[in-house]
């Protein structure tokens, strides 16, 4: 007996030892993680529901509630793929959708089984099982499976409603919710009364007011305002279109709570009932207060589309461009109060020009994508008058795509997409002309591009560098070439291959006609028109940045740009900083975003406002409001640009990284996609670049630095072969993990 056990003992150290011998040899890989952030429709959270504006619980029961639907007949599902390990890319999934979650708990999708699907996809997968009914709630989740045909175990489930008439197709959204805010302080002023700062301006449907009083002759005055006097009081005659209100407000003795509802209404797009008219407005002054500002309590009721404020962050060594940062960022969420993209407090009405820098913007300080896909949406058939915002549809649209890898919406709008190149306008030169031709006004085109009445050509607004125009235009051609180019890709991306050779054959013709009408070979630059030699930097900047200038001609032209500051308005700086970028010239773009000149987004700052304004100051446009997206470039352009992450296939599953820092000593960025964050962190000194990233699962970053004499290029501790290639370093491409890049 006892010669046994030694024999199993002696059995099972040798076992064990050779099962370190392999162990060490082969290492245990990390256990593929469940799929996290389930999306259905793009939404994060399809089982948000509100009661007047305040989140509850969804297993709350009474009341009148707002709740997220799904109104499509085929939703898209998508999810982010998690593992500790690096390099994870997923090679199949199974989805299961059912009527019940006891049916998910036993592994029975009964409404849609996938079955086990090849693919690397996780984002945009269209539901393909039994039709959906209306007002009922489906519960579903998925698994993957890694290269190594590891299998992760299912996602907790996830559940979304639907609305009562299911759609073909139709973007759902979030409820608009209210957040309650309180002052960074409230102090006595030395003559009486009492002033308040919420620390940013926001749009609010009601204040409530603390106060106390002795009597009941009490009335005090609540001026509320977006601006202050240098004297620290609520500025009761602003400029422009700067908001300022007052209300009488008569107290009753005692200690009470007031509410203030506000009577400010008008726009386009109407607030829903629940949230009430909002006005915007960041400091409150009490006129007639004795009370003691300790004893006040002020909170505001502000309104936004749902927004983490947790999704990115950009922080550098330039404290200016930081602030500049903030400012964007803080617009898309302080905008947002209607749900989707306007053109700010004055007119409230959505234009596809600031659906182009607000969808940029959004896609940069937040993974939520049907803010800036709905509001595309609502221009494409609702169009405005300006003939690049008419173009401008294709870029959004195409972007939209880029960013979410779902392609039900370009699939969708394909045939007005189409419309939006305006090729009705092309001539026999290959270019097009709208506002010189009466075709602009022919019903039966304008009905095409769901618009009433004309069209005409903006160039820019409300500064156009002494531009020239004529019967052909620079700037409007540079958009039309644009628009070809994407609609290429776009018919591409729904295999329609027959449209697509189509519209790149077409965008050659226009390229060329380009070239011939608008290139002054004499001062290597580019005209504004056909009728004129005077060249503006938006005829330069606009071809630059769209893909327009030919690589020999590169440098001059970049040459003429730099030559012209910011002579253009707040709208056509998001042009030129692509411009600039595109042309490689990351010390111009840095300069340009952290200047302190009166055309400047720190002048915005300086003059008070906490959201980008429509222009660059109170001095330029006389009626300018201090609450318009399309001020907020900066917000795109330093993530996609600077930090350099922009997506290059759809959905993120490949992705650029190419800093270009400006000289920058360091810089931290956190940047949402819909496969996960992106985090950098540059350090650069006079003989080194250091960076640190972590690639999300599921997707490849092709990684493009500056060139540095003799550098050695090191991964993780280890050398790497490089490509060299136009002054930058290109990376063998990287997948999931994080990694340590030394460059010296």
Same mark, same amino acid.
């Given at each position: 007996?006892?010669?046994?056990?030694?024999?199993?003992?002696?059995?099972?150290?040798?076992?064990?030892?050779f099962?370190?011998?392999?162990?060490?040899?082969?290492?245990?890989?990390?256990?593929? &993680?469940?799929?996290?952030?389930?999306?259905?429709?793009?939404?994060?959270?399809?089982?948000?529901?509100?009661?007047?504006?305040?989140?509850?619980?969804?297993?709350?029961?009474?009341?009148?509630?707002e709740?997220? +639907?799904?109104?499509? %007949?085929?939703?898209?599902?998508?999810? &982010?793929?998690?593992?500790?390990?690096?390099?994870?890319?997923?090679?199949?999934?199974?989805?299961?959708?059912?009527?019940?979650?006891?049916?998910?708990?036993?592994?029975?999708? /009964?409404?849609?089984d996938?079955?086990?699907?090849?693919?690397?996809?996780?984002?945009?997968?269209?539901?393909?099982g039994?039709p959906?009914?209306?007002?009922?709630?489906?519960?579903?989740?998925?698994?993957?499976?890694?290269?190594?045909?590891?299998?992760?175990?299912?996602?907790?489930?996830?559940?979304?409603?639907?609305?009562?008439?299911?759609?073909?197709y139709?973007?759902?959204?979030?409820?608009?919710?209210?957040?309650?805010?309180?002052?960074?302080y409230?102090?006595?002023?030395?003559?009486?009364?009492?002033?308040?700062?919420?620390? %940013?301006?926001?749009f609010?449907?009601?204040?409530?007011?603390?106060?106390?009083?002795?009597? =009941?002759?009490?009335?005090?005055?609540?001026?509320?305002?977006?601006?202050?006097?240098?004297?620290?009081?609520v500025?009761?005659?602003?400029?422009?279109?700067?908001?300022?209100?007052?209300?009488?407000?008569?107290?009753?003795?005692?200690?009470?709570t007031?509410?203030? /509802?506000?009577?400010?209404?008008?726009?386009?797009?109407?607030?829903?009932?629940?949230i009430?008219?909002?006005?915007?407005?960041r400091?409150?002054?009490?006129?007639?207060?004795?009370?003691?500002?300790?004893?006040?309590?002020?909170?505001? &009721?502000?309104?936004?589309?749902?927004?983490?404020?947790?999704? #990115?962050?950009?922080?550098?060594?330039?404290?200016?461009?930081?602030?500049?940062?903030?400012?964007?960022?803080?617009?898309?969420?302080?905008?947002?109060?209607t749900?989707?993209?306007?053109?700010?407090?004055?007119?409230? +009405?959505?234009?596809e020009? /600031?659906?182009?820098?607000? *969808?940029?913007?959004?896609?940069?300080?937040?993974?939520?994508?049907?803010?800036?896909?709905?509001?595309?949406?609502?221009t494409?058939?609702?169009?405005?008058?300006p003939?690049?915002?008419?173009?401008?549809?294709?870029?959004?649209?195409?972007?939209?795509?880029?960013?979410?890898?779902?392609?039900? #919406?370009?699939?969708?709008?394909? =045939?007005?997409?189409?419309?939006?190149?305006?090729?009705?306008?092309?001539?026999k030169?290959?270019?097009?002309?709208?506002?010189?031709?009466?075709l602009r006004?022919?019903?039966?085109?304008?009905?095409?591009?769901?618009?009433?009445?004309?069209?005409?050509?903006?160039?820019?607004? @409300?500064?156009?560098?002494?531009?020239?125009?004529?019967?052909?235009k620079?700037?409007?051609?540079?958009?039309?070439?644009?628009?070809?180019?994407?609609m290429?890709?776009?018919?591409?991306?729904?295999?329609?291959?027959?449209d697509?050779?189509?519209?790149?054959?077409?965008?050659a013709?226009?390229?060329?006609?380009?070239?011939?009408m608008?290139?002054?070979?004499s001062?290597?630059?580019?005209?504004?028109?056909?009728?004129?030699n005077?060249?503006?930097?938006?005829a330069?900047?606009?071809?630059?940045?769209?893909?327009?200038?030919?690589?020999?001609?590169?440098?001059?032209?970049?040459?003429?740009?730099?030559?012209?500051?910011m002579?253009?308005?707040?709208?056509?700086?998001q042009?030129?900083?692509?411009?600039?970028?595109?042309g490689e010239?990351?010390?111009?773009?840095?300069?340009?975003?952290?200047?302190?000149?009166?055309?400047?987004?720190?002048?915005?700052?300086?003059?008070?406002s906490?959201?980008?304004?429509?222009?660059?100051?109170?001095?330029?446009?006389?009626?300018?409001?201090?609450?318009?997206?399309?001020?907020?470039? @900066?917000?795109?352009?330093?993530?996609?640009?600077?930090?350099?992450?922009?997506?290059?296939?759809?959905?993120?599953?490949?992705? *650029?990284?190419? @800093?270009?820092?400006?000289?920058?000593?360091?810089?931290?960025?956190?940047?949402?996609?819909?496969?996960?964050?992106?985090?950098?962190?540059y350090?650069?000194?006079?003989?080194?670049?250091v960076?640190?990233?972590?690639?999300?699962?599921?997707?490849?970053?092709?990684?493009?630095?500056?060139?540095?004499?003799?550098?050695?290029?090191?991964?993780?501790?280890?050398?790497?072969?490089?490509?060299?290639?136009?002054?930058?370093?290109?990376?063998?491409?990287?997948?999931?993990?994080?990694?340590?890049?030394?460059?010296?």
């Amino acid at each position: 007996m006892e010669m046994e056990l030694r024999m199993k003992w002696s059995r099972l150290i040798w076992m064990g030892f050779f099962s370190c011998l392999l162990l060490s040899a082969f290492p245990v890989c990390a256990q593929l &993680n469940v799929p996290e952030q389930l999306r259905c429709d793009l939404l994060l959270q399809t089982d948000y529901q509100l009661s007047e504006g305040f989140v509850v619980p969804v297993e709350w029961k009474s009341g009148k509630k707002e709740s997220v +639907k799904i109104l499509s %007949k085929f939703p898209a599902f998508g999810w &982010n793929v998690s593992c500790e390990k690096s390099g994870v890319t997923q090679t199949a999934y199974q989805i299961l959708v059912a009527g019940s979650v006891n049916s998910l708990n036993k592994n029975i999708g /009964d409404l849609w089984d996938s079955g086990k699907v090849i693919s690397t996809q996780s984002s945009g997968i269209i539901y393909a099982g039994k039709p959906l009914v209306g007002d009922k709630s489906y519960f579903w989740k998925v698994r993957i499976w890694d290269e190594e045909q590891t299998q992760s175990g299912y996602s907790d489930v996830a559940t979304f409603m639907t609305d009562k008439e299911l759609q073909e197709y139709a973007t759902a959204r979030y409820p608009i919710q209210k957040e309650q805010e309180v002052p960074v302080y409230v102090r006595n002023m030395g003559d009486g009364g009492i002033v308040a700062d919420f620390g %940013k301006a926001a749009f609010c449907g009601q204040l409530y007011l603390s106060l106390t009083s002795d009597s =009941e002759r009490d009335t005090v005055i609540v001026h509320l305002g977006e601006a202050m006097t240098s004297d620290g009081y609520v500025n009761r005659d602003p400029e422009c279109k700067i908001r300022y209100y007052d209300y009488c407000l008569p107290l009753r003795q005692g200690r009470h709570t007031y509410r203030l /509802d506000f009577r400010r209404g008008g726009g386009s797009i109407k607030t829903p009932a629940y949230i009430g008219q909002v006005i915007p407005f960041r400091y409150v002054e009490l006129e007639n207060y004795s009370g003691n500002a300790n004893n006040v309590l002020l909170v505001r &009721n502000t309104a936004y589309y749902p927004y983490n404020d947790e999704a #990115s962050y950009f922080d550098s060594s330039d404290s200016i461009l930081n602030k500049v940062w903030d400012l964007c960022k803080y617009s898309v969420k302080a905008t947002s109060f209607t749900g989707q993209f306007i053109d700010g407090d004055r007119e409230r +009405k959505p234009y596809e020009g /600031d659906n182009y820098i607000g *969808q940029l913007t959004a896609y940069c300080v937040d993974a939520e994508y049907s803010l800036p896909r709905y509001s595309h949406e609502y221009t494409i058939r609702k169009a405005t008058w300006p003939t690049e915002w008419i173009l401008i549809s294709v870029m959004t649209a195409w972007n939209d795509y880029l960013y979410t890898g779902d392609l039900r #919406s370009i699939r969708y709008y394909y =045939e007005d997409l189409k419309a939006k190149c305006l090729m009705d306008f092309e001539t026999k030169k290959h270019l097009i002309s709208v506002s010189e031709t009466e075709l602009r006004k022919d019903s039966a085109i304008m009905a095409k591009i769901y618009h009433k009445g004309s069209i005409s050509d903006i160039i820019d607004w @409300p500064s156009r560098d002494g531009y020239v125009g004529g019967t052909y235009k620079s700037v409007i051609n540079a958009y039309y070439y644009r628009d070809l180019v994407l609609m290429s890709n776009i018919a591409d991306a729904i295999n329609n291959k027959g449209d697509a050779d189509f519209f790149r054959k077409k965008a050659a013709l226009v390229r060329k006609s380009f070239q011939k009408m608008f290139w002054d070979k004499s001062n290597k630059r580019y005209r504004d028109s056909d009728k004129t030699n005077h060249a503006s930097l938006h005829a330069n900047m606009f071809p630059m940045a769209f893909g327009l200038v030919d690589e020999a001609n590169k440098a001059s032209v970049m040459d003429y740009i730099r030559s012209k500051g910011m002579a253009c308005s707040i709208f056509g700086a998001q042009f030129l900083l692509e411009a600039v970028y595109a042309g490689e010239d990351g010390d111009y773009g840095r300069s340009l975003m952290n200047s302190t000149d009166r055309k400047s987004w720190y002048n915005m700052i300086r003059e008070g406002s906490s959201i980008t304004m429509e222009a660059w100051g109170n001095d330029y446009k006389g009626n300018q409001d201090w609450s318009h997206i399309w001020g907020a470039a @900066p917000g795109n352009v330093i993530m996609r640009d600077l930090v350099g992450v922009k997506p290059v296939e759809p959905g993120w599953s490949k992705f *650029q990284i190419k @800093p270009q820092l400006g000289g920058l000593e360091w810089v931290k960025a956190k940047v949402p996609t819909i496969k996960g964050p992106v985090i950098v962190d540059y350090r650069q000194g006079a003989r080194t670049f250091v960076m640190k990233v972590n690639i999300p699962g599921n997707t490849e970053a092709v990684i493009i630095l500056p060139r540095k004499k003799k550098d050695k290029v090191t991964v993780n501790g280890s050398f790497v072969d490089v490509k060299w290639e136009n002054n930058n370093i290109i990376l063998p491409p990287l997948r999931s993990g994080n990694y340590r890049i030394v460059l010296e």
